[in-house]
C-alpha cells in the first residue's frame, strides 16, 4: 500500500524510481564498493535503501548516521560486530518523517583480538553491505577517512551510503578535491528527484485506488500544486485523506509538514549567527536569479546586502538541501518550507 507513512520496505508499495532503484541493485551485483543516494527531504532516500536492504541475502548492516559519535571507532566496530554474529543487523532505527536520534552513540566492545586479527575476520566474512542512511550527520571528515581505509582494504565491503544534506554528502565523498581521502576512488552516485506533475497524479490515483477510493480530479490537482512532486508529502496526504479519513486533510497534511519542516530549520538556525538573513533569502527564493534574491532579500532586511555575506548564506543553505539551483535559478527544495519559515 502507497499511503502507509513508515518508510517503505517492500518493493510492491514503492512507487517508480525504477531506474534509481535498478541502478542501486546493479552496483551492488557489480561489487561496486561505494553507492552514494542523494536527494532532498522526503524524497523517498530511506524507503529505496531500505528496499535493497530487505532484499539482500549478503551479510548486511544497517547504521543511522544520526546515533554515530564516532565513525572511526563505531563503524569498524558494527561491521566487526556483524561479521561476529553472523547474522543482519540495525543499528539505530529506520526512521521517516522526524529528527528524533541526534548523536547518542553505541557502544561496541571488541574484546581483547588485535586489530589485525579483527582485520582477517572481516576479510574473510565475504561480501557485506553497510547502509548508512543520514551519513552526513556523522563526522564528515573521519567518515571518509574511514571510508577510504575500507576502500583499499576490504574490497568485499560495500558501502550504501543516504543523506537529505546533499551539499554535506557531496563534502563526504569529495570528487573534485585531490586532496580528499576518497579522490580517485570509484563512486555510483544516484540522484532521487521529485516526481514530476504526471507522476505525482499517478501515484495519488494508484493509491486511492488501492483503498478503493476515487477522489474527484480537482481535489487530487489542488494537493499537488500545494505539496508538489515530494512522495513525503504527498503519502502523508494520501494518509489523511485515505486512511484517517480526515476532513480538511490537506490542510492538515500542509500543516503538520510545514511543522516538521520548521523543526529542520531550527536545528539548522541552532549553527547560524544572522539567522535573520537566512530567513529573508529562504522567503524570497522563488525560482530567481542571484542578483535579484540578494536584492529582494536586502529590502526584507532593510538593508544592501553585502555580497559576501549573502553569497556564503546562500551557499550554505543550499548545502544543507534548503535551496536548490537549477537553471542559475534558486529555488525552495520543499515548498512547505514558505509556510514553515512563520513557525520559526
Ligand atoms: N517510491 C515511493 N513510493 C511510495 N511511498 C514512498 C516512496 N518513497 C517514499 N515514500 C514515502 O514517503 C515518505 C518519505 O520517505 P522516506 O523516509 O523514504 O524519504 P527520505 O528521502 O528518506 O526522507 P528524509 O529526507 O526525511 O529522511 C514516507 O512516508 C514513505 O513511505
Ligand atoms: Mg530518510
Redesign the pocket.
Known amino acids: 500500500m ?7 520496505s517492500k518493493k510492491e ?5 525504477a531506474y534509481e532503484y535498478g541502478e542501486v541493485k546493479n552496483a551492488l551485483q557489480r561489487k561496486e564498493k561505494l553507492i552514494v543516494v542523494v ?12 528496499i535493497v536492504y530487505n532484499e539482500s541475502k549478503n551479510l548486511k548492516l544497517w547504521l543511522d548516521g544520526r546515533i554515530v559519535t564516532d565513525p572511526k571507532k563505531e563503524l569498524f566496530a558494527a561491521i566487526y560486530e556483524t561479521v561476529k554474529i553472523g547474522k543482519p543487523k540495525i543499528f539505530g532505527k529506520i ?5 528524533s536520534a541526534f548523536g547518542v552513540g553505541f557502544d561496541i566492545k571488541l574484546g581483547n583480538e588485535s586489530h589485525i586479527e579483527l582485520e582477517k575476520k572481516i576479510k574473510a566474512a565475504g561480501q557485506i553491505c553497510v547502509f548508512i ?2 551519513a552526513q550527520r556523522m563526522n564528515i571528515k573521519d567518515l571518509a577517512d574511514v571510508l577510504s581505509y575500507f576502500y583499499d582494504r576490504f574490497p568485499q565491503v560495500s558501502f550504501i551510503i ?1 543523506g ?1 544534506e546533499i551539499g554535506l554528502v557531496e563534502q563526504i565523498i569529495g570528487q573534485s578535491d585531490a586532496e580528499h581521502p576518497l579522490y580517485g576512488r570509484e563512486i555510483t552516485k544516484i540522484t ?1 528527484n521529485r516526481l514530476d506533475r504526471n507522476g505525482s497524479m499517478e ?1 495519488l490515483k494508484t ?1 486511492f485506488e488501492q483503498l478503493d477510493l476515487k477522489i474527484e480530479k480537482i481535489e487530487l490537482e489542488k494537493a499537488i500544486e500545494e505539496l508538489d512532486g515530494l ?6 496526504y494520501g ?1 489523511e485523506r485515505g486512511i484517517k479519513q480526515s476532513k480538511d486533510a490537506l490542510k492538515k497534511t500542509s500543516e503538520s509538514a510545514a511543522r ?1 519542516a520548521a523543526s529542520e530549520l531550527v536545528h539548522f538556525f541552532k549553527n547560524v549567527k544572522n539567522k535573520e538573513l537566512y530567513v529573508a533569502i529562504l522567503k524570497n527564493a522563488t525560482v530567481v536569479g542571484w542578483d535579484e534574491l540578494r536584492t529582494r532579500a536586502g529590502k526584507e532586511m532593510g538593508e544592501q546586502l553585502n555580497p559576501n555575506l549573502f553569497n556564503f548564506a546562500l551557499e550554505k543553505l543550499a548545502t544543507y538541501s534548503f535551496i536548490e539551483k537549477k537553471d542559475e535559478k534558486y529555488q525552495l527544495s520543499d515548498p512547505l518550507l514558505q509556510k514553515a519559515i512563520f513557525l520559526v
Open positions: 502507497y499511503f502507509e507513512i513508515e518508510p517503505k508499495d514503492f512507487f517508480s524510481y536527494g532532498v527531504r522526503r524524497v523517498g532516500k530511506t524507503s529505496l535503501l531500505n526512521e521517516s518523517l522526524n529528527i542512511d543520514e543516504s537529505s532521487l501515484y493509491g512522495i513525503g508529502w504527498l503519502t502523508l494518509y516538521i
